[in-house]
C-alpha cells in the first residue's frame, strides 16, 4: 500500500522560515504531479503549489515569491520552501500525490497532514 509521509511542520515566528518534506512510499511505478495543499481554521483546503515529474510549478498568488516547491524524484519526495512566514500561513499542510503503481493502478494520495504555526 502506498502513503505519503509529511514532515518538518511546527511552530516558527513572523519572517522565518520552514521546509517542508513529503515521501512517497510502497510500490511505486512512478510519480506523477505532486502538490502542498493547506487548511486553516474555519477555512477550505487551498492549493498552494504544485510540481510536475518534468519540474514543472505553479503557486498560489498568495505565496509567490515566498515558497519555493521542489521535489527529488530519486528520493520520491517533494518539498516546500517557505520564508517570510506570516500569520496568515498558519495552516495544515498537506502532500498529495498522483502514483501509479507496480499494478499500474492510478490513484491520487494524500498524506496525514502537519501543522504549520506562525506567531510571536
Known amino acids: 500500500q502506498e502513503h505519503l509521509v509529511e514532515s518538518g511542520g511546527g511552530l516558527v515566528q513572523p519572517g522565518g522560515s520552514l521546509r517542508l518534506s513529503c515521501t512517497a512510499s510502497?510500490?511505486?511505478?512512478?510519480?506523477?504531479?505532486m502538490g502542498w495543499y493547506r487548511q486553516a481554521p474555519g477555512k477550505q483546503r487551498e492549493l498552494v503549489a504544485r510540481?510536475?515529474?518534468?519540474?514543472?510549478?505553479n503557486s498560489a498568488d498568495s505565496v509567490k515569491g515566498r515558497f519555493t516547491i521542489s521535489r527529488d524524484n530519486a528520493k520520491n519526495t517533494m518539498y516546500l520552501q517557505m520564508n517570510s512566514l506570516n500569520s496568515d500561513d498558519t495552516a495544515v499542510y498537506y502532500c498529495?500525490?498522483?502514483?501509479?503503481?507496480?499494478?499500474?493502478?492510478?490513484?491520487?494520495?494524500w498524506g496525514q497532514g502537519i501543522q504549520v504555526t506562525v506567531s510571536a
Open positions: 510540481i510536475t515529474s518534468a519540474g514543472s510549478t
Open positions: 498529495n500525490a498522483d502514483i501509479i503503481n507496480s499494478a499500474r493502478s492510478r490513484l491520487s494520495y
Open positions: 510502497g510500490s511505486i511505478f512512478r510519480i506523477n504531479d
